[in-house]
Nanobody, 124 residues
Framework: QVQLVESGGGLVQAGGSLRLSCAAS????????MGWFRQAPGSEREFVAA????????SYADSVKGRFTISRDNAKSTMYLQMNSLKPEDTAVYFCAASPVMRLATTERNFNYWGQGTQVTVSS
């Protein structure tokens, strides 16, 4: 079992920045690939970014490429999402998730553990 807790969400103006954190506890953090997903009101949850177990491989949704950066610190059992140049369409609840699969996972079905989510609201 892995427990995940997100933090760092909030209200920011368009063009601003936020840094989300995902703290993990339970099994060895470095045994899991990690990812960020988001869900806007009235929409399905969508992939945002993912990072491999050791952090050497990453993947991003086209909508956030060049603006968001995913990273992890295995010594602190924590993953991060640095979000810059935020847009109103980035408004959503952001979830972190852990995947036990060996390859870099980017689809929901490959993630076994989920946090409760943190709200990000970008005003225009």
């Amino acid at each position: 079992q892995v427990q995940l807790v997100e933090s760092g969400g909030g209200l920011v103006q368009a063009g601003g920045s936020l840094r989300l954190s995902c703290a993990a506890s339970g099994r060895t953090f470095s045994s899991y690939g990690m990812g960020w997903f988001r869900q806007a009101p009235g929409s399905e949850r969508e992939f945002v970014a993912a990072i491999s177990r050791r952090g050497g491989d990453t993947s991003y949704a086209d909508s956030v490429k060049g603006r968001f950066t995913i990273s992890r610190d295995n010594a602190k059992s924590t993953m991060y999402l640095q979000m810059n140049s935020l847009k109103p369409e980035d408004t959503a609840v952001y979830f972190c998730a852990a995947s036990p699969v060996m390859r870099l996972a980017t689809t929901e079905r490959n993630f076994n553990y989920w946090g409760q989510g943190t709200q990000v609201t970008v005003s225009s």
